[in-house]
C-alpha cells in the first residue's frame, strides 16, 4: 500500500496544474477521470499499481500476467516503428491502458476518437477494440525510460512509433483496467 500511495500521490501532484496534463515529464492523464475511475475501482488500480513495484518487474518475460478480476498486464519486448512501418490508432470502449516504458523510448500519437478516419477494423467486443488509419487531430507523447501515460475510452491512440524516426528496442508493461460506468 505504502508503494500505492506513493505512486497516486504522484499522480495528483503531475496534474495539480490543470484537468489535462502534458508534463515536461511525459506523464499524461486526465485528472478527473482518473480521480473517478479510481474510486468506481479502488481495488483494481491498487493492484495495479502494486504490480508496477514488482521488484522484478524488468526481468519478467514478455507475456501476459494477471493482475487482479479483469486487471492484468501484458510486458512487451518489441522494436518500435518508422513511418512506412506505423501502427493504426486504436480505441478501446471498455478499457483504459497504462503504459509504462522499463526501457527504451516510444513516440505514442493521442487523439480524440471523433477526429480518428478512415476505419480499417470494426470495433471487435471480444478484443475491445476498433483501428482507424490516420487522425485529423492528435498530439505527440514521448515516452522515455520511467515514464508512464494512462489512456482512457477518450483516448485513441497509435503506439509503438520510434522518436527519432529509427526503430528502436522497446521494453514496457501495459496495464489493461476496465473503465467502469456510473
Request: aromatic content about 12%; proline content about 5%.
Amino acid at each position: 500500500m505504502k508503494h500505492f500511495l506513493f505512486a497516486f500521490t504522484a499522480l495528483l501532484t503531475l496534474c495539480s496544474c490543470s484537468p489535462r496534463i502534458y508534463d515536461a515529464a511525459n506523464a499524461t492523464f486526465d485528472k478527473k477521470l482518473f480521480a473517478e475511475q479510481y474510486k468506481l475501482n479502488k481495488a483494481e488500480w491498487d493492484a495495479a499499481f502494486e504490480f508496477l513495484q514488482r521488484p522484478d518487474l524488468a526481468e519478467l518475460k514478455a507475456g501476459q500476467y494477471e493482475v487482479l478480476g479483469r486487471t492484468y498486464a501484458k510486458v512487451q519486448i518489441d522494436r518500435t516503428r518508422d513511418e512506412a512501418h506505423k501502427m493504426n490508432y486504436e480505441v478501446h470502449r471498455n478499457g483504459i491502458d497504462l503504459f509504462l516504458i522499463l526501457e527504451g523510448s516510444e513516440l505514442i500519437n493521442v487523439s480524440r476518437p471523433e477526429n480518428l478516419v478512415n476505419l480499417v477494423s470494426p470495433y471487435n467486443e471480444k478484443k475491445d477494440v476498433e483501428y482507424y488509419a490516420a487522425s485529423a487531430d492528435f498530439r505527440p507523447v514521448v515516452l522515455t525510460k520511467g515514464k508512464y501515460v494512462v489512456l482512457f475510452p477518450t483516448d485513441g491512440h497509435q503506439p509503438m512509433l520510434a522518436p527519432d524516426g529509427t526503430p528502436a528496442a522497446i521494453h514496457k508493461v501495459i496495464i489493461k483496467l476496465p473503465y467502469v460506468r456510473k
